[in-house]
């Protein structure tokens, strides 16, 4: 047997693996770690090419040796990364009012680098767009009845930088992250954790793009029209309310894992291109078109449409 098949069949063994013993609650597995580690997977995609051609028993030893070492070591650091990131830690910040430009001089950064953004919220604005862009980090966005936006960020080498445009009833908000030399970071022991707040008042387009990380975003109690998720070895939990009666959520991944909540009460229907992706939705009847609907679709005054596409990932809907 050929040095490639064997290749990608231990990699197709590897991620079917790991998602196989998330979804059982075996292992928590960091996806993001992963990004860390890109070097290392060019090594060995670059020896597979190499001895591809190859019938050598010392050329397969060497695919299957080094290939084998290298998920090894990238799954016990995932796992490892995994169980750290569910740690519980309490962190005190400095409130400080962000101005409208890409400045952020006037942000409180203390010695041990928490540094609060924010935005004052104006009553004229009934909609409102949020858009982040993140490298290797931790998003939270939970409600919040003070602010308009408030981020609470434990950064080191990241810097985020919050800019805010409005017209009439509208406003728009950018939420940036880049290193202190102005280029994006992806290093894991670097990773910006940032919480997030939204005010319950307008309503909500939330629209994050990401390298690698986590997001959990919980909008029970905001009305959010849209929300548009991006990544690449990421792990998006999202727990959509029912406070505005059509929703339209879309998900774009890599290598993710995606779990989206959604009220009982409400219709939902999914659209899913997953590639070699798994999927569970549970309480859900498969349609003669390939989506998926709630049995009361039709006849539920919210309408949540979920767009999931991915290579390799996990997708996974429930109903609270």
Not at 184 to 194: A, I, L, P, W
Request: proline residues 1%; charged residues 25%; aromatic residues 12%.
């Amino acid at each position: 047997m050929k040095a490639d098949k064997i290749f990608w069949g231990i990699i197709f063994v590897f991620i079917g693996g790991v998602f196989l013993l998330e979804n059982f609650n075996v292992i928590d597995f960091s996806w993001g770690y992963i990004w860390r580690f890109w070097p290392l997977l060019l090594i060995i995609t670059g020896i597979n090419i190499v001895f591809s051609k190859s019938n050598s028993k010392v050329g397969l030893i060497s695919v299957i040796s080094i290939t084998v070492i290298s998920l090894a070591i990238i799954t016990y650091q995932g796992i490892k990364d995994g169980k750290e990131n569910h740690t519980n830690s309490r962190w005190s910040f400095s409130d400080d009012d962000n101005d409208d430009n890409w400045d952020d001089s006037d942000s409180t950064e203390s010695a041990s680098n928490m540094t609060n953004y924010a935005e004052d919220l104006d009553v004229k604005f009934k909609t409102a767009t949020l858009n982040i862009y993140g490298g290797a980090s931790t998003f939270d966005i939970e409600s919040g009845d003070e602010k308009l936006f408030n981020a609470r960020v434990k950064e080191s080498k990241m810097r985020y930088f919050l800019k805010k445009t409005d017209s009439d009833s509208s406003a728009v908000l950018e939420f940036r992250s880049k290193d202190r030399g102005g280029s994006f970071n992806f290093k894991d022991d670097e990773y910006g954790n940032v919480k997030m707040e939204i005010n319950t008042l307008p309503v909500w387009d939330v629209n994050l793009k990401m390298g690698a990380g986590k997001a959990d975003f919980d909008f029970s109690q905001n009305k959010v029209r849209n929300i548009s998720l991006k990544g690449g070895a990421a792990e998006f939990d999202v727990k959509i309310g029912n406070l505005y009666n059509d929703v339209n959520l879309s998900a774009e991944t890599g290598l993710a894992d995606v779990n989206v909540e959604v009220p009982e009460a409400a219709g939902c229907k999914i659209l899913a291109s997953s590639g070699l992706s798994s999927k569970s939705f549970n309480n859900f009847i498969k349609m003669p078109d390939g989506s998926y609907e709630t049995s009361n679709y039709k006849t539920a005054n919210q309408k949540i449409h979920l767009t999931l596409k991915g290579g390799l990932s996990n997708f996974e809907v429930n109903r609270y």
